[in-house]
């Protein structure tokens, strides 16, 4: 944009540039969540003090605590001019002694990069000494988002695995799942989609990620099929080559047509048994689309509003048409997931069917971009929304289902999926819940 | 000259960007911040946290290309214009950070102009997490910026004391103080809104509990007004809060009104603790530092230690957990450390949180008080703990720490 361009622009289109969008994290947050949800892998920062808490603070996990698995080089100015490279050794073999991880990520600041300073040579001196994969990603923090960081350390791990062993038949992988914590909605998800794959004769390898720890993952020479879905896309061309595995991307299992599309294709694309695979989605959809149309009947409140990364919420937003339900706002909280054109192409997919013209999409805004929505002033509707930047005032006045990245308000103790055929039917019954508390 | 520096603390390193954001991030008030660094030293901020809104920070989201063309000041002058225009706030504050230093913004003096074309406070602070500072540090900032907006002129009330950085208590302590005669012009925590520090300047004795936590407004505050500053410890226990309503009413040659004052509320807590510290006898308490970094004034005051003194008043055997590095040499420092400020407790060193368990493990400890964060790793050990911080002040809050002792050593607390 030239000067002139620029200050054609209204001052309160040019303050958004400085507002903090609500989903603001990028490439080191994906990097910590990704290492978090690798119980035995430790996360080396070679970072000025302050940034350990970009990650740390964020993730609400009430099984397991996010701080034990950082380490870091807590690097100062000082530190800089003189020798860093010596910090990180210490640090990383030091925490590899007592802790015997599976699996080191090491991540670092721009600043820290800016100063020349050389971080993959460094990784690369350190590596035959670490026992133990020293996955390097770089995490620059003017761009990119927590699902780059995701996707890049997912990548970075691949190149880990072994893919000249030979796979074995019916036996998927999954790649990009964002596993943010240890609590019953993500294990629930996990769950869902191991009986579903196994319902159809298949077998569950190795999933990134999923809680596993990190030779389970190292072990993905296993799979037969990478099933990629959207938070890994970009690099789905790439596994396909490394891996000389075919990449089978996929939107989100959510909603009951495309909890179908999804199992549909994953069974076809990994040989499973036709016959079984189409009696299995028979009941299924039989049970699923009877519970289904007992909660269309019981959701008094009928609008609803989406705030979720891009999959999520095309995927959410699936199971709110399949109920009935008015779809006027969606609010999407990434930077790199296609936005809304991906977000109404996803929603196409995922239901089979066209979508309303009129849906209000907002990418990634800040919190006063958006709160005089009707949805978020006490308008009577639902809104599923993880954690975001909400008046508390305001939202003790709303139907939140709080649900995705971040998670800091809801727990988990009870198995509470959202993804595959058990999902729908369990966010189908917090929408319930929800519209109930309305009434 | 690091490693001595490292070896010699008892608190975590802190950042001042992130230490500032997060005790502006629950002050209320009305003023602004804008964070001069790219878009993920936002990140920063406890988001969710009672009192933070998204709506007073920005961050000025610096890209490579503005730091290549070095346009990084134009970039935050127009924010500052920005902010100031359309959200018209009574101060605006701006952070740096390690990008702004590493790349020689100096923000302090390069804001001068927008101010003066602004009419409005513009405080800037060379804030980079690349330079070492304690969280004491932070805290010492934080009250200082609050200050700075403070009106300088006004007249002292007489008999009035600022109570800076204690607990707030539901009031017990300005009712004791009032009835020695004594008013509580600012009652300062962590917590406070701006409104409550710009009372300051009519203060007749700021009391705090550790004077280095509050340097810099207290010197100011001498300077400017002549208020003095009396050091008093942490109204915990009967002990404490007798010295500390005692050391108050010295100050203002009111001892036999605060004698008066104080008597019923201290016999009934008096009685309690010398039938607990009975039964509590010998007893081991792991009182655990180091562990998280706190921006809690009354937490973050004489390293965290200010609670050691009740619970050696129940008679508790207390050992001192230590996080950080368990080198001999810190072990001769730390111990030095330890008798200057005059605690002579034992004291055990574990490197990291996830040692903690088997620190615990060590000597059979009855009960551990650290941050309830720790509560998955101490959970296996099966020593009961409480939450640091969780201890109340006064006489009344005497018998609900006791009430929470005995029922956390019992397994019943809720």
């Known amino acids: ?27 080191y947050f994906g990097v910590f969540m990704a290492s978090h949800s690798i119980p035995d892998s430790i996360l080396v920062l070679h970072k000025g003090t302050g940034c350990k808490m970009k990650g740390s603070t964020h993730i609400a996990d009430k099984f397991h605590e996010s701080f034990s698995q950082v380490c870091w080089t807590e690097v100062t100015g000082v530190d800089i001019l003189t020798d860093s490279h010596s910090m990180i050794e210490d640090t990383a073999l030091t925490n590899q002694q007592r802790r015997k991880p599976g699996v080191i990520a090491v991540t670092t600041s721009s600043v820290i990069e800016m100063t020349g300073f050389d971080m993959r040579e460094a990784i690369e001196a350190i590596q035959p000494k670490a026992g133990c994969p020293l996955v390097y990603v770089p995490t620059p923090g003017y761009e990119g988002d927590a699902y780059d960081g995701l996707a890049d350390f997912t990548m970075a791990m691949a190149g880990f695995v072994d893919w000249s062993m030979a796979p074995e038949p019916g036996v998927i992988n999954i790649f990009g799942y964002p596993f943010e914590r240890y609590e019953m909605d993500h294990g629930a998800n996990i769950r869902e989609l191991k009986r579903i794959i196994e319902a159809v004769g298949l077998r569950p390898g190795s999933w990134f990620f999923s809680g596993q720890k990190a030779a389970q993952l190292l072990a993905a020479h296993t799979g037969s099929v990478n099933v990629v879905l959207p938070y890994f896309k970009k690099y789905a061309a790439e596994l396909e080559k490394l ?33 079984i695979t189409a009696r299995f989605i028979r009941a299924e959809k039989e049970k699923t689309e009877l519970l289904l149309d007992i909660a269309k009947r019981c959701i008094g409140v009928k609008k609803i509003c989406v705030i979720q990364a891009t999959p999520l919420a095309a995927g959410c937003s699936a199971l709110a048409l399949e109920l009935g339900l008015e779809l006027e706002s969606v609010i999407l909280l990434d930077f790199s997931l296609g936005g809304g054109d991906e977000f109404l192409s996803a929603l196409a997919r995922i239901t089979g069917r066209d979508i309303p013209d009129n849906i209000n999409i907002y990418e990634n805004p800040s919190w006063s971009e958006i709160s005089g929505l009707p949805e978020l002033s006490g308008g009577p509707a639902i809104i599923i929304s993880p954690a975001i930047d909400m008046e508390k005032s305001q939202s003790s006045l709303l139907n939140i289902i709080e649900l995705g990245s971040p998670s800091s308000n809801m727990h988990m103790i009870y198995p509470m999926p959202y993804l595959g055929y058990g999902g729908a039917i369990a966010l189908a019954q917090r929408i319930m819940d929800a519209s109930a508390s309305r009434y | ?129 690349l330079d070492d500072i304690s969280p004491k540090k932070v805290v010492d900032r934080h009250a200082d910026l609050m200050y700075r907006a403070a009106s300088a002129k006004a007249e002292p009330i007489p008999f009035s004391v600022n ?161 950080g590095s368990p080198e001999p040499r810190r072990r001769f420092l730390v111990s030095r450390q330890l008798r200057e400020m005059g605690i002579d407790a034992g004291f055990d060193i574990f490197v990291d949180n996830v040692s903690m368990a088997s620190a615990l493990r060590k000597a059979k400890f009855n009960l551990v008080y650290c941050v309830e964060a720790m509560a998955e790793i101490v959970r296996p050990t099966k020593v009961p703990l409480i939450g640091l911080g969780s201890m109340r002040t006064g006489y009344g809050g005497c018998l609900f720490n006791l009430e929470l002792i005995a029922k956390t050593l019992s397994g019943r607390r809720e």
């Not at chain 2, 960007?17 to 878009?39: K, M």
Request: aromatic share 6%; proline share 5%; net charge negative.
């Open chain 2, 1 to 129: 000259m690091r490693k001595v520096f490292d070896n010699a603390k008892l608190a975590q390193h802190a950042c001042l960007l992130e230490g500032l954001c997060i005790c502006l991030a629950r002050t209320g008030g009305d003023f602004a911040v804008i964070i001069h660094s790219y878009r993920d030293c936002a990140n920063i901020l406890p988001r969710g946290v009672p009192g933070y809104s998204s709506d007073r920070f920005f961050c000025t989201n610096l890209r490579e290309s503005d730091v290549m063309a070095g346009s990084t000041m134009e970039r935050l002058s127009e924010c500052v214009r920005l902010v100031a225009e359309l959200e018209n706030p009574a101060a605006i504050y701006v952070f740096g950070s390690c990008l702004s230093e590493l790349i020689g913004d100096d923000i302090e003096n390069g804001l001068a102009e927008a101010a003066e074309e602004i009419s409005m406070p513009v405080i800037a602070v060379t804030s980079s997490g």
């Open chain 1, 243 to 275: 891996s000389g595995r075919p990449s089978l991307v996929q939107d989100l299992p959510m909603g009951l047509n495309g909890t179908t599309r999804w199992l549909e294709n994953v069974s076809r694309a990994a040989g499973a048994d036709e016959q």
């Open chain 2, 163 to 323: 109570l800076i950085g204690f607990p707030p208590d539901g009031g017990e302590i300005a009712g004791i103080l009032a009835a020695a005669g004594i008013e509580v012009n600012a009652g300062l925590s962590e917590k406070s809104p701006m409104p409550e520090w710009l009372k300051l300047p009519r203060g007749s004795l700021n009391a705090v509990l550790d004077k280095s936590l509050f340097s810099i407004i207290i010197e100011k505050m001498k300077n400017e007004h002549g208020i003095p500053t009396l050091e008093v410890p942490l109204p915990i226990g009967v002990s404490g809060t007798d010295d500390f309503f005692m050391g108050i009413a010295a100050h203002f040659k009111k001892n036999r009104e605060m004698k008066e004052a104080i008597r019923d509320k201290r016999k009934a807590a008096a009685a309690a603790v010398s039938s607990r510290a009975e039964e509590w006898n010998g007893m081991k308490i792991a009182y655990n530092i180091g562990t998280e970094r706190e921006y809690n004034h009354h937490i973050t005051a004489k390293s965290g230690l200010c609670e050691v003194g009740f619970f050696r008043e129940l008679n508790f055997d207390v050992t001192l957990l230590i996080q």
């Open chain 1, 1 to 27: 944009m030239t000067d002139e361009e620029h200050s054609k622009v209204k001052p309160e289109d040019r303050l958004k540039e400085f507002r903090i969008p609500l989903m603001n994290h990028t490439r």
